[in-house]
């Protein structure tokens, strides 16, 4: 064979193993050898980490194991990601991209896909962010995988656009603007370059790791029909928000007319909203018996939405079980239908069934009465369109809700742990009545009432409440854990 063949074989058997290192576009390449750190690098207390079965191991103190590798020179812009994990109760974790190697610390650069199940959080703070939340820029808060048990986290970054999914489920889908919108303190959270890291947050966290592996896509990737969110200043709150720990969460949207459970999905994922899709049950209205309301809640068990029932009319709690109602993360209702002294039962947004009303004062008595009763007795979460008023009366909203009057349902609402929704669609309850809310240590929710695609807007009264009352990340409500629910606490008032 001639020498000049033999170089050429040489040469392009060596670019053989380069390429088995650095991985070739859209090809599958493993990051971890099922043995060793090899090619991984970490932080602090380095002892933390382990290998053990053939799986990556975050087993002690704080510590973040960054990938220093051949692949890609451990430089990545649009990829995808895969690993398998598995967190033990009470552990937090996650899996960053874009970031650096640094010694000391929580990683300043890239972003985050947090691995929480049931972890709550450490001394005052409260951890509100679950599994495959893009930590602090677009959050998820129901748990979709369980402890002790395999899940995939699948990343898919491609220019502006990030995907995160959970075995399979998309629930991130963020597209960043141009020029990007960046919360306060989040300045390193933009999208460039940069290498992959595993999270070992504290000595309580056990999580392992298997089957990591990366495809690198090219530098000109794009997801196709990714469009950015409005930049606007709606969009900005929102985000600091939730780089500041509150719960962006609409916890009281319909599917109604021309709005789907996937056009929810898409809107929520849009704007970073996270929803809780509620039915109507009640008498005459969308679910009248147990069997209807447990199909709904079925058909949300492994969406990232919670499922709520909102409780309609005083003859709820004789239509429904405990344990149908105890499939759904929360109840909440109103005080818009009920019986007055004269046995007519009205809804108060249908003029007709109100009537003339002749005597304000003593409407709001009722109005005051009624709510305050369902408050003391019915298993409900949060209290909706509070201090809604018949539109025949509605113009005089801060004459007949006197401070005594809302002081009534106020302090009703902290003794029966009810927390308080910040209407969009009525735009209730007024500064007044939130901020004497607040100093009786009332939880709040962000919620629309929306009865279209439409009009569900993206909780613009609820962050002017938060901006003029000053409302922090502590005094907003977040779905009890079952056993600590309303319907675990009270119940017994509904149908055996």
């Excluded at 290998?51 to 692949?71: I, N, Q």
């Excluded at 599917?255 to 509620?278: M, N, P, W």
């Amino acid at each position: 064979m001639r020498t000049d063949e033999l170089t050429r074989r040489g040469i392009l058997g060596a670019l053989a193993g380069v390429t088995a290192l650095i991985g070739q576009r859209d090809e599958w390449v493993s990051l971890f050898d099922g043995k060793s750190l090899d090619g991984w690098k970490a932080s602090e207390n380095s002892a933390a980490w382990r290998v053990t079965d053939g799986c990556l191991m975050a087993d002690g103190p704080r510590s973040h194991l960054f990938y220093t590798g051949p692949v890609q020179g451990a430089r990545f812009k649009n990829f995808e990601f895969e690993a398998e994990a598995m967190s033990r109760p009470g552990a937090n974790s996650g899996i960053y991209f874009h970031t650096e190697h640094q010694e000391q610390g929580w990683p300043a650069k890239g972003f985050e896909v947090q691995i929480n199940n049931t972890h709550t959080g450490e001394g005052q703070y409260r951890e509100r962010k679950k599994t495959a939340s893009l930590y602090g820029v677009r959050n998820q808060y129901k748990t979709l995988v369980r402890d002790n048990e395999w899940f995939r986290l699948n990343i898919l970054v491609r220019g502006k656009n990030v995907q995160v999914r959970v075995n399979g489920t998309l629930v991130v889908d963020y597209t960043e603007a141009t020029p990007p919108l960046v919360a306060k303190g989040g300045e390193g959270r933009v999208l460039g370059t940069g290498t992959f890291a595993l999270q070992g947050h504290d000595p309580g966290s056990r999580v392992m790791f298997r089957n990591v592996r990366v495809r690198s896509l090219g530098d000109d990737a794009r997801a196709p029909g990714a469009g950015a969110p409005p930049a606007d200043a709606t969009a900005h709150e929102l985000l600091s928000l939730a780089a500041n720990n509150y719960p962006v969460v609409d916890y009281h949207v319909h599917l109604k007319r021309d709005l789907t459970l996937q056009q929810a999905l898409e809107r929520s994922r849009q704007t970073g909203i996270f929803y809780g899709l509620a039915i109507n049950c009640g008498k005459g209205f969308t679910v009248e018996d147990d069997e209807t309301a447990r199909r709904f809640a079925e058909s949300l068990r492994d969406e990232p939405v919670f499922a709520a029932v909102q409780a309609e009319g005083r003859e709820w709690t004789q239509m429904f079980s405990r344990a149908a109602v105890g499939l759904f993360d929360y109840v909440f209702t109103d005080s818009m239908t009920w019986t007055d002294n004269r046995g007519r039962r009205m809804r108060l947004w249908i003029r007709e069934e109100v009537g003339t009303i002749a005597d304000p004062q003593e409407f709001m008595e009722m109005l005051v009465e009624r709510t305050v009763g369902i408050l003391e007795r019915e298993p409900i979460d949060i209290y909706v369109n509070p201090t809604f008023l018949p539109e025949p009366i509605a113009k005089d909203y801060d004459t007949l809700w006197t401070e005594e009057r809302m002081r009534r349902v106020i302090n009703t609402a902290k003794a029966s742990d009810v927390a308080l929704e910040l209407n969009d669609r009525y735009r209730l309850p007024g500064v007044q009545f939130v901020r004497m809310a607040k100093q009786e240590g009332l939880k709040f929710a962000f919620g629309t009432n929306n009865g279209s695609a439409k009009d569900l807007g993206r909780c613009e009264h609820g962050l002017e409440m938060v901006k003029a009352c000053d409302l922090r990340w502590q005094d907003f409500f977040v779905p009890k854990r079952a056993g600590e629910r309303a319907v675990d606490r009270k119940g017994q008032i509904l149908r055996s």
